[in-house]
């Protein structure tokens, strides 16, 4: 290494120019030990890969399940009466709701909205009863964009007055066929009853009990005539947008427009996923912390192995005139390549997996496809890279290997020169 | 009288392929080595010395002739049995790393005997009375980082004897040591030989080691060059 | 070739590079502590989510009316003997309860929901949600207490509370509609909301009454033991002909998914972890078998088996992975202690109780899987090893005395 040492003594004269040199020797010192640097530059590399992978393949998952979520039904944002979303009353409706519509519409980035009113009612069939949910809809705008239209086990969707989209569960309990007639009983505005007759022309499926047997859908004037609604009042405005991660900036847009109103993005109207999401991201960050504990061990583990391999060079270094600084620099400098390679090798390993399998998805075991349908899961995942994730695991891992390197590193100010030389043997 | 030959050689020829140029460096080599005999083979670096023990010591193989030692054909000994047969059969002395760093000076006399599975008293027994016999029994808790060239040559001895083996192989022996301390060691493997009757065989290029040998072979480019038993013959 | 011998000279071997390999075994105690103290909370999770759906008015195993299922009616009911009690030794029963259970709708004076009505006798309601919950007021005091109780969230979409009354309508048996006004007794609170909305509790004669049948429409049963349910179900088969017995996997599959998955998440935590020890370890295996490779050579050359050269790597990683896994499953021990009871995640319970998690990490260690982890350690501390001691063999013991 004559020739590496002299390049040494020249980068420390030249540190004012820039240490070109010193940078190349770093370089060619790792290459010293082929085998430990792809080691300790695999284990870097595994350690973000693993970061960035399990955040990918969570965070397409969960954009899946919300998207799934709101095109279902819900809905990207939704605009209602400023007290409805914590107690749904039928007296806090939109006014003028047609004209909410046309407004939102028109906004950039939004892909549909419609109106709906809604109210809990007695729902029977000869002599059953169940209590529903009744959800007055415009039809021909729902069947545009929301996937409920199409969750079909019999019969079609609403086109008509005095037709009623039913539930499968519902269906069954109540003993209703396309075809058969249902009542529905509730609460009208100012107290009066509210009575609506409609025949059955479609049942859905969607898979979650919950909406299966507790949802009717009819068309929205029926449900302002049976209420005693006004013509031009709803009580939700719901709103589809391109996508999840766009839909929170629209919501601020619809924020704007839908003065005095309470507009909704899908942080509120799923809050269960948001909790969920946060969860899963922090079992994700512990398991990385973890993983770069054990990774920055044994990165520290290699660099004591050629500190201690290379004392007498070490020795000879500080002999010739160099400083024990300038040692730990050029240590440093070796533990950034390191870092850098190690970082090439997991994001490039995560870009193509993540890649291939953006384009594949995951199939997810056969026989959970009723599960997977029943918590707003599609039977295919399909990850998004995380951008957000390879951050976090480049800085991470970049503190991790300076620590490793300090740790054999400030030992090398106590070396002596005469000890370290005869260390050759 | 085939029992009285320890070592032979017919024909040994052992080539390397150096940076793709052929090196030979073993030419046809003829050597016959009788029970008793202390031999130095000596020559200039290059000349095949190194090899020659190599291959009789079963760490090399020839690529032709036939090598026989102590009644037993190499030639078909596969890589456990060659190590067999050195565990059982031969005492080797190297020119420095002889010893198990991680061992006491006595643990690692004791080392072969254990690899032979010789019980526990036994051993301890036979490992002390030879560290005694060599002068080094103050040496016997001591690790070979705490003692000095001559003192671990002297271990690496002891322990290369200790089982009996048929024939002690020494390659440079002398390679680390000053020559004060190379006499002190001739002068014990000569006792070995006189006393014990060990058959020694060392290769060197140092004067003093093969003043104390009572045959030399010199051999140059691969081949034996000089034989004193022939002449003597 | 001794074991002995060659355990003593892995040992030495390791003791030689105390700074080094006491860092190895750092890594190795963080990975077996971390994969002992997750797999204790995933064992935790899945218990609690078979527990919460066990719970969940389902019992083990429950028995219903055939047909009830599909259409959950009060004509698809069965009768239980006076003084029945299930045939099984009272060391594995938790116990059981009768209930009958339909649809409902309930009304306040501000709202109007669908609901489940369940008449209960309070003394058999320990096995499930409901004799476990805290209240808010009064708990029903027994069979024929002729109020309710509802849950809390339900009772503020009502906009009721404790004292007031509610209506009531439910199909009869005739299937004609009856309808009663009922007190509340009580408010109950579960961890999340979702039961709470959804059921509506009363004496379980007073329910018979309302519905004018003297007969039950689900019967479930809590054991003990998880692993005894297939014997006891399978009894229960026979005893209970012409209805449908059914265990909670069949009736929460959605848990029973998870309670699967949960297993498999134990290998993956393993590999990962073990993913990331991997390349330090086969490091310092090599560096501590190349840096003695003149040492091996001189070995071989005096007549050590090439296997036995292989042991002795071998061994060097065994012995540590064996102190690792011995120390990181103590530091795993005594980190669940510490954790005690467990980990609050109150501040996720929407989202733990829809995929019917409970708002408490509580760490269930398991002997059997620190036993699989130790097992997989060790296994792995070899395979690690197999490579530096192929390379270390591949040397001939004449290059390794020539370096």
Redesign the interface.
């Known amino acids: 290494m004559v020739e590496a040492t002299l390049d040494v003594t020249v980068g420390r004269q030249q540190r004012r120019g820039g240490a070109h040199g010193i940078v190349a020797i770093a370089w060619r010192n790792l290459w010293r030990n082929r085998?430990?640097t792809w080691?300790?530059a695999?284990?870097i590399g595994?350690?973000v890969w693993?970061l960035v992978f399990a955040q990918s393949v969570q965070m397409g998952t969960f954009n899946v399940m919300v998207d799934n979520g709101a095109r279902m039904s819900l809905g990207h944002v939704q605009v209602q009466h400023p007290d409805y979303h914590d107690?749904p009353?039928l007296e806090d409706l939109l006014s003028d709701a047609p004209a909410l519509r046309k407004s939102i519409e028109s906004l950039d980035g939004v892909v549909a909205a419609s109106l709906r009113a809604q109210s809990?009612?007695?729902v029977?069939a000869e002599?059953?009863?169940?209590?529903?949910q009744i959800m007055g809809v415009e039809a021909d705008r729902e069947a545009k964009w929301s996937t409920l239209p199409t969750m079909i086990a019999d019969g079609r969707y609403l086109s008509g007055p005095g037709e009623a989209y039913v539930g499968a569960v519902l269906a069954?309990?109540l003993?209703l066929r396309v075809g058969d007639e249902l009542v529905m009983l509730?609460?009208a505005k100012q107290g009066g009853v509210a009575a609506a007759v409609a025949r059955v022309v479609g049942i859905f499926d969607t898979g979650m009990v919950d909406v299966d047997?507790?949802l009717v859908q009819i068309p929205i004037a029926d449900f302002q005539d049976a209420w005693s609604l006004e013509v031009d009042e709803a009580h939700t405005l719901v709103v589809l947008a391109e996508g999840v991660e766009s839909s929170l900036e629209l919501a601020e847009e619809v924020a704007e427009t839908a003065v005095g109103l309470n507009t909704l993005n899908w942080h509120v109207l799923m809050?269960?996923?948001?909790?969920?999401?946060?969860?899963k991201a922090v079992g994700v960050q512990l398991?990385f912390v973890?993983?770069a504990?054990?990774?920055t061990?044994?990165?520290?583990?290699?660099f004591?192995?050629t500190v201690f391999?290379r004392t007498p060079e070490f020795g000879m270094l500080k002999a010739i005139g160099m400083r024990p600084g300038a040692i730990l620099v050029q240590l440093q400098l070796e533990a950034i390549w390191l870092w850098a390679l190690g970082i090439s090798v997991g994001i490039g390993a995560a870009v193509l997996l993540v890649g291939a399998l953006g384009i594949s998805g995951i199939p997810l075991p056969a026989g959970?496809e009723?599960?997977l349908r029943?918590?707003n899961m599609p039977n295919r995942l399909y990850p998004g890279y995380s951008w957000e994730a390879t951050w976090i695991g480049v800085i991470t891992m970049f503190v991790g290997t300076q620590v490793a390197v300090l740790v054999p590193g400030l030992r090398l100010r106590r070396l002596r020169c005469v000890e370290a030389l005869r260390a050759q043997e | 009288m085939s029992s009285d030959i320890v070592v032979s050689c017919k024909g040994v020829s052992r080539t390397y392929q150096e940076e793709s140029v052929p090196v030979h460096a073993l030419r046809g080599v003829d050597f016959e080595f009788a029970r008793g005999e202390f031999v130095s083979i000596a020559g200039p670096s290059g000349s095949g010395k190194s090899t020659l023990l190599n291959v009789i010591g079963g760490l090399d193989r020839p690529d032709a002739g036939t090598i026989t030692v102590d009644g037993v054909e190499l030639n078909g000994l596969n890589e456990t049995e060659l190590s067999d047969l050195r565990l059982h059969k031969m005492g080797f002395v190297f020119q420095s790393y002889n010893l198990i760093p991680v061992l006491s000076a006595l643990e690692n006399v004791e080392f072969i005997m254990q690899l032979q599975g010789v019980g526990p008293a036994e051993r301890a027994e036979r490992a002390m009375s030879m560290l005694d016999s060599l002068d080094i029994v103050d040496l016997a808790d001591r690790r070979p980082g705490d003692m000095s060239g001559g003192q671990q040559q002297r271990v690496a001895i002891a322990r290369s004897i200790v089982t009996n083996p048929v024939l002690l192989l020494a390659d440079e022996p002398s390679a680390n040591l000053d020559s004060a301390t190379t006499e002190d060691l001739l002068q014990l493997l000569r006792r070995l030989n006189e006393e014990r009757g060990v058959s020694i065989l060392t290769a060197t290029h140092d004067p003093i080691v093969m003043s104390y040998a009572q045959r030399q072979v010199n051999l140059r480019d691969g081949a034996i060059v000089e034989d004193s038993a022939a002449k003597v013959a | 070739m001794p074991l002995k011998l060659l355990l003593q000279l892995s040992t030495r071997n390791i003791l030689r590079h105390k700074r080094r390999n006491g860092l190895l075994l750092a890594a190795i105690i963080v990975a077996v502590g971390a994969v002992t103290v997750s797999n204790s909370l995933i064992r935790g999770m899945q218990y609690d989510m078979a527990d919460a759906a066990v719970s969940n008015l389902t019992g083990h195993v429950k028995i219903l009316a055939e047909g009830y299922r599909d259409d959950p009616n009060i004509d698809k009911n069965f009768v239980l003997a006076e003084n029945w009690q299930p045939d099984v030794a009272a060391e594995e029963l938790v116990g059981w309860a009768a209930r009958v259970r339909v649809p409902a709708v309930i009304m306040s004076e501000r709202g109007t929901r669908g609901i489940q009505f369940v008449g209960i006798d309070p003394d058999q309601e320990d096995i499930s949600f409901i004799g476990q919950a805290a209240y808010d007021g009064e708990r029903l005091t027994d069979g024929s207490d002729g109020r309710v109780v509802i849950g809390r969230a339900l009772a503020e979409q009502l906009e009721t509370t404790v004292g007031r009354r509610l209506v009531i309508i439910t199909q009869g048996a005739d299937g004609l509609n009856r309808e009663a006004g009922f007190r509340i007794a009580g408010l109950y609170d579960t961890d999340g909301t979702s039961l709470e909305k959804i059921f509506v509790f009363t004496g379980v004669n007073t329910l018979q009454k309302m519905v004018g049948a003297d007969v039950f429409t689900e019967l479930s049963i809590r054991l003990v033991r998880e692993p005894f349910l297939f014997q006891f179900k399978t009894s229960m088969i026979e005893f209970f002909t012409g209805l449908e017995v059914l265990d909670w996997r069949e009736l929460e599959p959605q848990a029973a998914a998870m309670f699967v998955f949960a297993d498999a998440a134990i290998f993956i935590w393993f590999f990962i972890m073990m993913g990331a020890l991997i390349f330090g370890l086969v490091n310092t295996l090599i560096t501590s078998v190349m840096e003695r490779v003149r040492e091996l050579g001189m070995l071989r050359a005096v007549g050590m088996r090439p296997k036995s050269v292989i042991v002795q790597v071998v061994l060097e990683s065994s012995i540590l992975m064996f102190i690792g896994v011995a120390c990181g499953l103590i530091a795993g021990w005594l980190f669940i202690l510490w954790l005690g009871e467990g980990i609050d995640l109150s501040r996720f319970a929407e989202g733990m109780d829809a995929f019917g998690m409970r708002t408490t990490m509580r760490p269930i260690p398991l002997a059997g899987d620190m036993l699989l982890v130790a097992g997989l350690s060790l296994l792995f501390g070899v395979l690690a090893s197999l490579y530096p001691a192929w390379r270390v063999v591949k040397i001939k013991p004449l290059e390794a005395l020539r370096r």
């Not at chain 1, 002599?127 to 529903?132: D, L, N, Y």
């Not at chain 1, 809050?271 to 969860?279: D, N, Y």
């Not at chain 1, 061990?297 to 290699?302: G, H, L, Q, W, Y």
């Open positions: 085998r430990r080691l300790m695999s284990g595994f350690a693993m107690n009353r809990f009612a007695l029977s002599e059953r009863s169940f209590g529903a069954r309990n003993g509730g609460t047997r507790a809050p269960e996923m948001v909790q969920f999401i946060e969860l398991i973890l993983i504990i054990i990774v061990f044994s990165v520290i583990n290699a004591m192995m391999e959970t009723e599960i029943g918590m």
